[in-house]
Every structure is written in C-alpha cells, then in structure tokens.
C-alpha cells in the first residue's frame, strides 16, 4: 500500500468525502438516467447512449464504494464520452 491509497482511504472516511461519495453516486446516476432517456428519442445510435448510460451508472457506484484514482477516470472519461456520442449519432 503506497502513501496516496491511505491518503485516499483517510479522505473517503472523513465526513467530506464521505458526502462527496454521496454526491458522486447521485450524480452519476442522475445523468445516467438522463442520458438513457435520450436515447429513445435518437433516431441512430441509440445502442451507444444506452451503454454510455449503463457505463457511467456502474462506474459512478463502484467510484463512490471506494473511490481510487483509476475508479475516478473512468467516471471521467464516460462522462467525457456521452456528448462526443450524442454529436456522433
């Protein structure tokens, strides 16, 4: 264990971070959410939104549970990913 994960691991405990994991979950969620309800109304490449949205709900959890550097990018790149494919399709 290096010094960044207890550095990590004492700021998911402490009751910041303990809301901000709150509000990294919801969020995530949130815009899941939204992002799978416009995939109904695209009319091609629907399929990718809803697996942006599924990715992004997944990564978003996982991120709040326990949150580490890698964990954290992947909520980044998902959320990055969702506006270049609604520009796509």
């Known amino acids: 264990?290096?010094?960044l994960?207890?550095?990590a691991?004492?700021?998911a405990t402490h009751p910041a971070g303990k809301a901000a994991r709150i509000f990294i979950a919801c969020a995530g969620l949130a815009t899941a959410t939204l992002v799978m309800?416009?995939?109904s109304?695209?009319?091609s490449?629907?399929?990718a939104?809803?697996?942006l949205g599924v990715a992004l709900a997944a990564s978003s959890v996982r991120a709040a549970r326990l949150p580490?550097?890698?964990r954290l990018a992947l909520v980044a790149a998902a959320l990055i990913a969702i506006p270049i494919a609604i520009r796509m399709f």
Do not use: C, F, P, R
């Open 5 to 7: 994960t207890q550095t």
């Open 41 to 43: 109304v695209v009319d």
């Open 1 to 3: 264990m290096t010094a």
């Open 45 to 47: 490449g629907s399929w």
């Open 49 to 51: 939104l809803v697996l």
């Open 37 to 39: 309800m416009t995939a």
């Open 9 to 11: 691991e004492a700021w």
């Open 68 to 70: 580490t550097t890698g």
